[in-house]
C-alpha cells in the first residue's frame, strides 16, 4: 500500500490528504496546529464569525464542487450585497460596477464617481488613443497600469482593490503572477487595456450570477466538513510537526519530532518558510527559492455595534482605502449587510483589515480602527465587542518573476525528489478554489511515478 505523508493541514494540505486517500493511498497529515490554518470561523457577539477569508471565488469551478463532494453544496449563501465603495479625497465613494480588477471599462461612471479627479479621468482616457504594447517581460501591476491609466486610477482604484486582496504593493506584485486576467489583458493584442478589459467582460459570466459564495455557518464548516471526511476515510492526523525529508530506499523518512515516518510520497502544504526548512536537506537550492518567498502581515479586527452607533447608511458590501488616503484601515467589510443572517436587526457587525506590505500592523489596533471607521463611515457608538485577528507573515508577496521561481521549484524537486511536491498559497494563488487546486495537483503529482494516481 502506498504511504502518502501530507505535511500542513490548511485547506491546501486537507484536500492534498483527501486526493491521495481517494487514489487508494494511505495518509498520514502532519499538523501541529490548528487544522483549516487561516480559513477559520470563532464565537463572535453571540455567534459565528471568520477570521480570515469569508467566501471563496463562485466564477471558477474547485470551491463549488469541493463543497459539493462534502455534501454542503445546499448550505451555500451568495453576499446580499455586492455594491462597494472607496474612501477618496475624503469622502465614501461608490465603486463603479464597470471595472475588471479596478480598470475602468466605463470612464464616465467612473468620472460620476468622483474617485478619480477631471485630471485622472483625462489621464486614464489616453490608454484609448495610444496602442497598447503588449509587456515583454514580466512588469508590476503598477507600472502599466501607471503607464496606461495614469497614477490617479492606479492608487486610488487599482492598488486599493488587487493590492488590497493580497495584502500588498501594486508597485511591487507581479501583473502576470497576481492578476493573470490583466496580464492576458495586455497581451490580447486590442488597441487599449480597457478595451481588452471589455472583451474579457463580455465573454465572461453574466454580471448578475454570484460572484462569491460561503457556507452559511462560515468558512469553517468547509475545514470542518474536510476533516470529518478525512477522518471517515482513515486518514492519521499527527501532530507532531515534520523537521525534515531525507532519502530512504526507494521513498522518503521525515523526521517528526520524537521519531521518523517513511513514506513512498510526500506533499508540503506550509508557508513557504517552513517548506524551506522541511526541504533543506534534500533540496537545498528549492529551499533558497522558497525561502527567498516574502510575506506581509495582516489583522482582522472585528467589531459589533448597535445599529444606532453608525450615522450613515450601509448600503454596500462595506469600502476600500486607498494608501495614500493615509489611513491604518486598508479596508472595511459591512458584514452584516453583507451577510444578512449575521448579526441582527439592532447590530452592525463590521470587519476592518489593517496592515499590508510594508506596512506591519503595530500598536493599539482597536483604538486606530475605531478611530478610521469614525472618520470614514462615522461609526460613533461604542463596541459591543471587539476581536482583533492578528496573522502575522500570513501573505505570500508574488513579486516581478514569481511564476519562474515556481517553476525552477517545481523542475527542483522533480530533478532531485520527484515524489515530493510543494503546493500552497505562496505558489500559485492565494484564495481558497487556488489552494483546492493545488493540493489536488500535488497528491496527483507525487503518485504519479509510483502508478498510484
Request: net charge negative; proline share 6%.
Amino acid at each position: 500500500m502506498t504511504h502518502v505523508v501530507v505535511i500542513g493541514g490548511g485547506i491546501t494540505g486537507l484536500v492534498a490528504a483527501r486526493e491521495a486517500s481517494e487514489a487508494g493511498a494511505t495518509v498520514t497529515l502532519l499538523e501541529p496546529g490548528r487544522l483549516g490554518g487561516k480559513v477559520q470561523t470563532s464565537a463572535f457577539d453571540n455567534g459565528m464569525l471568520d477570521e480570515a477569508a469569508d467566501a471563496f471565488l463562485a466564477r471558477v469551478p474547485e470551491g463549488i464542487e469541493l463543497c459539493e463532494q462534502l455534501g454542503l453544496a445546499g448550505q451555500l449563501v451568495a453576499p446580499a450585497e455586492r455594491r462597494a465603495h472607496v474612501f477618496s479625497h475624503g469622502a465614501l465613494r461608490r465603486l463603479p460596477e464597470a471595472h475588471l480588477l479596478g480598470v475602468p471599462t466605463d470612464l464616465d461612471e467612473l468620472a460620476a464617481s468622483g474617485i478619480v479627479s477631471a485630471e485622472g479621468i483625462t489621464a486614464a482616457r489616453r490608454d484609448l488613443e495610444e496602442p497598447l504594447v503588449a509587456p515583454t517581460t514580466d512588469v508590476t501591476i503598477g507600472s502599466l497600469m501607471r503607464q496606461r491609466l495614469g497614477h490617479e486610477v492606479a492608487e486610488r482604484l487599482v492598488d486599493p482593490l488587487v493590492g488590497g486582496i493580497n495584502a500588498g504593493n501594486s508597485d511591487a506584485l507581479s501583473l502576470a503572477a497576481t492578476v493573470p486576467q490583466l496580464d492576458a489583458a495586455a497581451r490580447s493584442g486590442a488597441a487599449s487595456l480597457i478595451e481588452a478589459c471589455r472583451a474579457q467582460q463580455a465573454a465572461g459570466p453574466n454580471r448578475s450570477d454570484p460572484v462569491f459564495f460561503a457556507p452559511r455557518d462560515g468558512m469553517g464548516a468547509l475545514t470542518a466538513a474536510l476533516v470529518a471526511d478525512l477522518s471517515r476515510r482513515g486518514v492519521t492526523l499527527n501532530t507532531s510537526p515534520a523537521r525534515s525529508i531525507e532519502p530512504c530506499g526507494l521513498g522518503w523518512r521525515v523526521q517528526v519530532e520524537g521519531g521518523f515516518l517513511d513514506a513512498d510520497a510526500v506533499v508540503v502544504a506550509t508557508p513557504a518558510p517552513i517548506a524551506a526548512a522541511i526541504l533543506r536537506a534534500g533540496a537545498a537550492r528549492v529551499a533558497t527559492l522558497l525561502a527567498a518567498i516574502p510575506y506581509a502581515s495582516v489583522a482582522m479586527v472585528s467589531i459589533a455595534v448597535d445599529r444606532e452607533g453608525i450615522d450613515r447608511e450601509l448600503n454596500g458590501s462595506g469600502f476600500l482605502v486607498p494608501q495614500r488616503e493615509g489611513l491604518t484601515v486598508t479596508a472595511c467589510s459591512w458584514t452584516s449587510a453583507k451577510w444578512p443572517h449575521l448579526g441582527g436587526d439592532a447590530t452592525v457587525w463590521l470587519r476592518a483589515s489593517v496592515g499590508r506590505d510594508g506596512a506591519i500592523p503595530t500598536g493599539q489596533l482597536e483604538t486606530q480602527v475605531l478611530a478610521d471607521l469614525g472618520h470614514t463611515m462615522a461609526l460613533r457608538g461604542r463596541p459591543r465587542e471587539v476581536r482583533v485577528s492578528e496573522w502575522p507573515a500570513s501573505f505570500p508577496q508574488y513579486r516581478v518573476g514569481h511564476l519562474a521561481r515556481v517553476e525552477a521549484i517545481d523542475a527542483g524537486l522533480a530533478a532531485t525528489m520527484p515524489t515530493v511536491a510543494v503546493a500552497g498559497a505562496a505558489l500559485r494563488g492565494l484564495g481558497v478554489p487556488a489552494c483546492i487546486r493545488q493540493g489536488r495537483a500535488a497528491a496527483q503529482r507525487v503518485l504519479a511515478p509510483l502508478g498510484t494516481a
